[in-house]
């Protein structure tokens, strides 16, 4: 069993979820769980829609119908008008509309947990649709029913017994199945069902590596804008070198000292259980990439 991670920029157009569809339908994913981040910038544009409706609510809900726009812009190339995916969203967008209306904002956090999921279910909702459209039979699940965790709104801990309970019962039958891969969201969870929360900024890649490591997954592939894990910034270094296998304490050592392609959180769940990462080019699915796992002995030849 796999897991497929696609962040925001892997599908910020129709374009690139069109190039997504493509690396899905290649591969073998009849029992695999496909992850995906909003589309993206919109986490960004959802964050302003919170902090707008602190002293505007009017204005906050402008603002979340121009992110509405934008994914029905994506529909637009996407699909036939006549499509069952508009009505998806607007249905999607009259409930968080309601939200922005009548939800308080003196919990902050609460309320930015409560509005900002809006852009990983709208990225799913479109790329589910968009697979079956093209022939790519699958399942839509909501993540905020299998992570569970503490009501710490914005960075939430993860309860490991109650998620692996509700994966068990929910995901894993699903994914038994081999009808088709799993479409779910990355970075959102749930600490009871009327209590959404988020795992914290960049948080896709963990929520990723939390399946894996409660499924006991084979291996997680991310798929990046780049064409691996490389020893430094290509913006500040132009004799950049792809690392095509580090070991789990080599790339926490990148992630510490900052290299944004891998979330720091993410290798713990995956080094437990020894699942390697694979962290690939979406412009270049057919390159090799590069892989984490136990193996050190690569750590040294690349500073």
Same mark, same amino acid.
């Given at each position: 069993?796999?897991? #497929? %991670? ?6 910020? =157009?129709? =374009?690139?979820?069109?190039?997504? *569809? ?15 981040? @909003? ?9 302003? $829609? ?8 009017? %204005?906050?809900? &402008? ?18 008008? =006549?499509? @069952? ?17 009548? /939800? ?11 509005? $900002?999921?809006? *852009? ?14 093209? *022939?790519? /039979? ?23 017994? %109650? ?14 199945? %081999? ?11 749930? @600490? ?6 988020? !795992? ?5 890649? #963990? ?7 409660? !499924? ?8 990046? =804008? ?5 020893? @430094?910034?290509?913006? #500040? ?14 790339? $926490? ?29 979406? #412009?270049?699915?057919?390159? &090799? ?15």
């Amino acid at each position: 069993m796999w897991i #497929y %991670k696609f962040g925001g920029a892997s599908i910020k =157009d129709a =374009d690139a979820v069109v190039r997504a *569809g493509e690396i899905i339908k290649k591969g073998d994913v009849k029992q695999s769980l496909l992850v995906f981040s @909003a589309m993206g910038k919109t986490t960004n544009a959802l964050e302003q $829609v919170c902090e707008a409706c602190k002293t505007q609510r009017e %204005k906050g809900v &402008e603002l979340f119908n121009d992110v509405i726009n934008d994914h029905l812009a994506v529909c637009e190339k996407l699909f036939e008008p =006549d499509d @069952a995916i508009f009505r998806t969203v607007k249905s999607l967008q009259n409930e968080f509309t309601d939200i922005l209306q009548t /939800k308080s904002t003196a919990n902050f956090e609460y309320f930015y947990d409560r509005v $900002v999921p809006a *852009g990983e279910l709208l990225s799913t909702l479109i790329v589910s649709r968009y697979l079956q459209a093209t *022939g790519c /039979k699958n399942e839509w699940f909501d993540a905020r029913e299998l992570i569970k965790t503490d009501y710490n709104f914005t960075r939430a801990q993860v309860d490991q017994s %109650k998620t692996q309970i509700q994966i068990n019962a929910k995901l894993a039958p699903l994914l038994q199945q %081999k009808n088709g891969p799993v479409v779910t969201q990355g970075f959102i969870a749930g @600490a009871d069902s009327l209590n959404p929360t988020t !795992l914290g900024r960049e948080g896709s890649d #963990y929520s990723a590596a939390l399946f894996a490591y409660f !499924l006991n997954a084979d291996s997680v592939t991310i798929w990046k =804008d780049v064409p691996g894990v490389l020893n @430094a910034d290509p913006k #500040y270094f132009d004799d950049t070198v792809l690392l095509k296998n580090i070991s789990y304490r080599e790339a $926490v050592e990148l992630a510490y000292y900052g290299a944004s392609v891998i979330h720091p959180k993410t290798i713990q769940p995956l080094q437990e259980k020894n699942i390697p990462l694979y962290v690939k080019s979406f #412009y270049q699915p057919d390159s &090799e990439g590069s892989v984490i796992n136990e193996s050190t002995v690569d750590d040294d030849r690349v500073p």
